[in-house]
C-alpha cells in the first residue's frame, strides 16, 4: 500500500509482543508504549532536513550538520496517544506538543473530538500524529481534518501508530492518500465491536488502568 509502512526491527516486534501479553500491567504497558514510540521516531525522523553549521572544537573549527528548517510538532490524539508523547520528546526534546482529544461513541464507533489545543504557525511545522491505535480510522481521520482546518499542511504531517487495523488502514489513505502512515504492526482485522484482532485491547484503559 501506498504511504503505509510497516517499522520492521526486532527490538518493535519484542517490545509489541510484551505490550499485547494481558498479564501486562499499567506500569510496564505505560514503560513499552513509550520505548516503541521512541523506536518508531527514529525511523520516521528519518528525513528531517539538515543545514551545513560551523561548529569549534577544542582542536579546529570545521563544518557539520544541524536540523535546519520547521520544527517538530508532536500531535497525540487523547487520551491513549499522550503515551507515545515523551518517547519522542527523547529524541527530539525540542519539540511542540500539541492535543488533539477525540474518544469514539461506543454505540455509533464514530469520533468525537472534544479538545484542540496547537501551537502557533502550524503551517510552518512537520507535524508527527501519535496514537497507538489505527482501528476503524475514523479518529485518525477526523484528528488530521482538525489540524488541516488550523492550518497544517498535509505533507507535513505524518501518523504514526503501534498497531493497525487493514479496515483502519484502508480508510485512512483513502481519506488521506498524501500522509504517510508508520506502524510497528498491520493486525489481522476489527472484530463486531471495532477492537483489532489480535490487537492489545482498549489502550487508553490499559495505559491509565481505567480498565
Ligand atoms: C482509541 C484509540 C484511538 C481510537 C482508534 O481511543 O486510542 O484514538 O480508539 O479507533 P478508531 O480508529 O476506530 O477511531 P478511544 O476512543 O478508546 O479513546 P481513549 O484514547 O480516550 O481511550
Ligand atoms: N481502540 C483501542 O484502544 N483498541 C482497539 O483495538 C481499537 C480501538
Do not use: W
Not at 34 to 43: F, G, K, S, V
Not at 44 to 59: A, F, G
Request: with cysteine; glycine share 8%.
Amino acid at each position: 500500500m501506498k504511504n503505509f509502512q510497516v517499522i520492521e526491527h526486532p527490538l518493535i516486534k519484542h517490545k509489541l509482543t510484551l505490550l499485547r501479553d494481558e498479564n501486562t500491567g499499567t506500569k510496564d504497558f505505560r514503560q513499552l508504549v513509550n520505548e516503541l514510540a521512541r523506536l518508531l521516531a527514529y525511523e520516521v525522523s528519518r528525513d528531517l532536513p539538515l543545514e551545513d553549521v560551523q561548529v569549534k572544537t577544542p582542536l579546529t573549527t570545521t563544518v557539520q550538520k544541524q536540523l535546519s528548517g520547521k520544527k517538530v510538532v508532536i500531535v497525540p490524539i487523547l487520551r491513549a496517544g499522550l503515551g507515545m508523547v515523551d518517547g519522542i520528546l527523547d529524541l527530539i526534546p525540542a519539540a511542540r506538543v500539541g492535543h488533539v482529544g477525540m474518544y469514539r461513541d461506543e454505540k455509533t464507533m464514530q469520533p468525537v473530538e472534544y479538545f484542540v489545543k496547537m501551537p502557533n504557525n502550524l503551517e510552518d511545522r512537520h507535524i508527527y500524529l501519535v496514537d497507538p491505535m489505527l482501528a476503524t480510522g475514523g479518529s485518525a481521520i477526523a484528528a488530521v481534518d482538525a489540524l488541516v482546518k488550523r492550518g497544517a499542511k498535509k505533507e507535513n504531517i505524518k501518523f504514526i501508530c503501534l498497531v493497525s487495523a487493514p479496515e483502519g488502514v484502508r480508510a485512512f489513505t483513502e481519506a488521506h492518500p498524501d500522509i504517510q502512515v508508520y506502524t510497528a504492526a498491520l493486525d489481522e482485522k476489527l472484530n463486531d465491536n471495532a477492537y483489532i484482532l489480535p490487537g492489545l485491547g482498549d489502550a487508553g484503559d490499559r495505559l491509565y488502568g481505567t480498565l
